[in-house]
């Protein structure tokens, strides 16, 4: 019973960095998804991995599970470029599906 328990550590410590490196790639493959399906390229995305630099309002909407990026893309309807913040995943456990995204454009209107 010695041995498995370290051996046990590194499979939990394994899936884990797995699960976590999944996520993430699911995130930017939905990202990229969402953009095509709008017209867009993604020119610059960048995770708010601190969240101090979210906006209060989405503070309390946002939950641990879920990915917000800041980006830049390139509207292809429009010919400009647009900024803003896309959360994606879903709230209580994040899994990244289509209906999963949100946008807010820091030029809404």
Not at 75 to 85: A, K, M, N, S, Y
Not at 99 to 108: L, P, R
Request: a positive charge; charged letters at 15%.
């Amino acid at each position: 019973m010695g041995k498995t328990a370290p051996l046990l550590l590194v499979v939990v410590i394994v899936a884990a960095t797995y699960l976590t490196w999944r996520h993430y790639a699911n995130a930017k493959a939905l990202l990229q998804d969402w953009a095509s399906a709008n017209k867009l390229r993604i020119l610059q995305a960048k995770s708010n991995a601190v969240w101090l630099s979210l906006p209060l309002s989405m503070w309390f909407t946002t939950s641990r599970y879920q990915l917000v990026y800041r980006i830049s893309a390139y509207d292809e309807c429009t010919h400009r470029i647009r900024t803003g913040l896309v959360r994606l995943g879903t709230p209580i456990w994040g899994f990244m599906n289509p209906d999963a995204v949100e946008v807010f454009w820091d030029d809404a209107g």
